[in-house]
């Protein structure tokens, strides 16, 4: 694999730190700065929202400027976003920059994929994204639980101002290492776009992937909180239990990955969304129990990601039917899916954490991906009706996030 991949896997891997280390941090950042554990809570909304617009928006509008500019104007932003962060001085200002982070990251995975299968050979694409996304995975496993660490013990500011260090190196990275003659993609419009959202087969995939994501996210996001006030853990311990599910969310995106390949992704997603649920209100019963709840973020790591291929692989099999001229539009938009369901999930989330408390957020979780199971096993019966059957795996199914 050519140098080059390495400098979008640093990309991912920053990227991916930012995104998810304010989950570890939320108790932290609720009492740095003076307001309630929901509206720190609204910090993961907010990117997400970032995330969800910048995909399809900005990936439209930048779609004339050459590839490598755009790369390094996004990493740009996206180490600004995080000075940003560093500094500022109150809860609003933080809640800006985690949007204007957010933005950076929408654009920056919805052209990373075209830019990783220009550097290497048709038949090494696959691969290519795969050691991409890959920067994704490693962040879990070793950038949060890190950053969750600094930031408890330095001061969450010092969190921000590190992955900004690393946003630096991976500017860097892509200036020396990333070719200037990238193939350009011709450029989808958002009327493209938007024609994609006029099929309600592709629309039920974004639900399916709003609402399982959402389920997991209405608890996933109150954690830490969790982990401190229900089972009484030192804040120290929190970036422990990071690595835990860090490492077991590397091990899940595997096993999903193979188990859609082998049984499709309708079998494969009813399986994991199963166990997703299960997983979820099991966590009700064992978070006042250390070694119980630890137990469980194993097993809710092995299924919160282990989606990702099902799902992405589905939407490009209905996008090959439904709009052929727009697969890669119709993926991009189910990574800004992914998102909304990020930030409604934190959302209601909030709005649970603030009523009943929160030891409601992973049963209330659970129904809601009850809900993405239904969606996806009506979206079984209508392929069945319509004949369709389960499918082969497309050859350019990419990753998500």
Same mark, same amino acid.
């Given at each position: ?36 554990? +929901? ?102 496993? $070793?950038?949060?639980?890190? &950053? ?66 959402? &389920? ?39 096993? &999903? ?16 969304? $199963? ?12 978070? +006042? ?100 059957? +389960? ?11």
């Amino acid at each position: 694999m050519p140098l080059a991949l390495w400098a979008l896997t640093l990309s991912a891997f920053a990227i991916g730190t930012t995104e998810f280390v304010i989950v570890g941090l939320i108790p932290t950042i609720a009492q740095s700065l003076g307001v309630s554990v +929901p509206s720190a809570g609204l910090l993961v909304s907010l990117y997400a929202l970032g995330v969800a617009v910048g995909a399809p928006v900005l990936t439209a509008l930048t779609g004339r400027v050459p590839r490598k500019q755009l790369l390094l104007a996004l990493m740009a932003l996206f180490t600004a976003g995080n000075l940003l962060a560093w500094m500022a001085p109150g809860y609003e200002a933080l809640m800006a920059a985690r949007v204007l982070t957010g933005l950076a990251h929408g654009v920056f995975f919805s052209i990373g994929s075209t830019i990783a299968t220009s550097l290497v050979p048709k038949e090494k694409a696959a691969s290519a994204i795969a050691v991409m996304f890959s920067g994704l995975t490693v962040a879990l496993v $070793t950038g949060v639980p890190l &950053g969750t660490w600094v930031g408890q013990h330095f001061g969450w500011q010092a969190t921000f101002l590190a992955v900004s260090m690393l946003g630096v190196v991976a500017f860097v990275g892509s200036l020396l290492l990333i070719p200037n003659n990238i193939a350009q993609p011709k450029p989808a419009s958002l009327l493209t776009q938007m024609a994609v959202l006029k099929k309600p087969r592709l629309l039920l995939v974004y639900a399916m992937t709003a609402l399982g994501y959402g &389920g997991s996210f209405t608890a996933f996001t109150y954690l830490a909180p969790i982990l401190e006030q229900v089972t009484g853990m030192g804040a120290s311990s929190v970036g422990l239990v990071m690595l835990v599910y860090g490492v077991s969310v590397a091990f899940g995106n595997i096993w &999903g990955g193979k188990l859609a390949d082998r049984k499709g992704p309708i079998r494969a997603l009813q399986i994991i969304f $199963t166990l997703l649920a299960l997983v979820l209100l099991a966590l009700t019963f064992t978070a +006042p129990s250390t070694p119980l709840v630890v137990a469980t973020v194993l097993a809710w790591g092995a299924v919160a990601f282990g989606n990702v291929a099902g799902l992405q692989v589905y939407v490009v099999q209905q996008a090959e039917r439904e709009a052929p001229q727009a697969v890669d539009v119709a993926s991009g938009l189910n990574i800004a899916a992914f998102n909304v369901g990020i930030a409604l999930g934190a959302w209601i989330g909030g709005v649970i954490v603030s009523t009943l408390g929160l030891l409601a957020t992973p049963w209330i979780g659970a129904l809601i991906v009850v809900a993405a199971l239904g969606l996806t096993t009506w979206a079984g019966r209508l392929d069945r009706r319509a004949g369709s059957g +389960p499918l082969a795996k497309p050859a350019h199914a990419v990753a998500a996030h």
